[in-house]
């Protein structure tokens, strides 16, 4: 199988962040990886990240040092 590589970039969403990776991380296809880039959130975005990064090791977390924009 393919790796399917899925990308996330993320400000301010700790609000959908979980349901977001949920959603993912219940799919049938099983050989991904999350790469979240957070473009430095001043919610608990990373908080939220960070905890799922934990849990599953296809989940990379990124945090800007900065806000970067699009």
Same mark, same amino acid.
């Given at each position: 199988?393919? &790796?399917?590589? %899925? $990308?996330? +970039?993320?400000?301010?969403?700790?609000? !959908?962040? $979980?349901?977001? %990776?949920?959603? @993912? @991380?219940?799919?049938?296809?099983?050989?991904?990886?999350?790469?979240?880039?957070?473009?430095?959130? +001043?919610?608990?975005? =990373? $908080?939220? #990240?960070? !905890?799922? !990064?934990? !849990?599953? &090791? =296809? %989940? #990379?977390?990124?945090?800007? +040092?900065?806000?970067?924009? &699009?």
């Amino acid at each position: 199988e393919n &790796m399917v590589s %899925i $990308g996330i +970039p993320a400000y301010n969403r700790a609000n !959908k962040i $979980g349901r977001t %990776i949920e959603s @993912l @991380l219940a799919q049938t296809y099983q050989n991904f990886e999350i790469i979240i880039s957070d473009d430095c959130s +001043p919610d608990d975005t =990373r $908080g939220i #990240c960070e !905890k799922y !990064k934990n !849990k599953d &090791m =296809r %989940i #990379c977390y990124v945090r800007q +040092p900065h806000n970067v924009g &699009m």
